[in-house]
């Protein structure tokens, strides 16, 4: 599971490059399922769920199609994750299903989009609502601005806009929308981004509402895509899988070797985490290390 080419685990143990790959399909297949080590070991997961899909290219199939997997937040860790053939409400529902299934004691769900997800997401786990990622919200809001460093006409709505994503509290937001409404409202373009907005009030906001609970909730999903930008600098040096059981394979690798990968460079406020793998974090204490490929437990103790 190390970060090695083929050619070089060949060189390394003397193998040919059709050698080495029998190999590593060998380690592989001989992995337990990622899922089943959240079912068996973890028990401390907060329930606040970054969940996104990230394409790879499979043999046959016209298109990239997605790899959707969630991160919990507070543990950073990576419960669940499979391959579909879209992000559809059926593929968001078997992800849901298989969260569910395993245990994991989902909250709230921090989504780019919610057409798919929701209704799946009302089926499986009624009750359980999404924060919309803001970063998503302002970059869509960008393109339908036509925002360009040669065309910066519609600049000064766009940063309104964005100081009101961030303001606290229902009231200022309330107030803050009725003065953005009755500014630039007249304009059929600004009130089509509006509307979009206040059609979605609840979901754009529900951070605030959640953390009041005591939750850590965040506005964006820029920590899944870390995560994805990590998987897709794996995936493209591969230039694709020969077949959909051969990339499953490859994501419940991968998603292994994040889980059981230590933290290096966590910045503020998830300092804490550097030096410990997300398992560490989500692990249940009272049950024995699990047995994967030799893998050791830590020498020092968890923190809690």
């Not at 089943?36 to 298109?63: E, H, S």
């Not at 373009?189 to 909730?217: H, N, P, T």
């Not at 910045?267 to 699990?290: I, T």
Request: aromatic residues 10%; contains cysteine.
């Amino acid at each position: 599971m190390a970060n090695t080419s083929l050619r070089a685990l060949a060189a390394r143990e003397e193998l040919s490059v059709s050698g080495a790959t029998k190999k590593v399909k060998r380690e592989l297949v001989a992995l337990p399922r990622n899922e089943l080590i959240t079912r068996d070991y973890c028990a401390r997961f907060a329930g606040v769920l970054n969940l996104d899909g990230v394409y790879v290219k499979v043999k046959g199939y016209p298109k990239a199609v997605p790899f959707i997997y969630g991160v919990d937040f507070e543990t950073h860790d990576i419960p669940a994750g499979m391959l579909a053939l879209a992000e559809s409400e059926g593929a968001f529902e078997r992800i849901l299903a298989a969260l569910q299934t395993i245990g994991y004691p989902l909250r709230l769900v921090v989504a780019d989009e919610a057409s798919a997800l929701k209704p799946a997401l009302t089926r499986v786990f009624p009750g359980v609502e999404i924060q919309l990622c803001h970063v998503h919200i302002l970059r869509n809001i960008k393109t339908l601005l036509r925002l360009s460093p040669r065309d910066r006409t519609h600049e000064a709505f766009f940063h309104v806009i964005r100081r009101f994503l961030i303001l606290p509290g229902e009231a200022a937001r309330l107030d803050a929308y009725r003065s953005i409404e009755r500014q630039y409202g007249r304009s059929d373009l600004y009130s089509e981004i509006l509307i979009s907005l206040w059609e979605r009030w609840d979901d754009l906001f529900r951070f605030e509402a959640m953390r009041k609970q005591g939750l850590r909730v965040p506005r964006t999903n820029n920590l899944i895509e870390g995560y994805n930008g990590h998987f897709k600098g794996r995936v493209d040096a591969l230039k694709g899988f020969e077949s959909f059981s051969s990339a499953s394979r490859f994501l419940n690798g991968w998603m292994l070797k994040r889980r059981f990968t230590p933290f290096r460079d966590c910045g503020k406020p998830f300092e804490h985490l550097n030096g410990y793998m997300p398992f560490e974090r989500s692990r249940n204490p009272d049950l024995p290390w699990p047995e994967i490929l030799g893998l050791s437990p830590p020498e020092k103790p968890t923190r809690k």
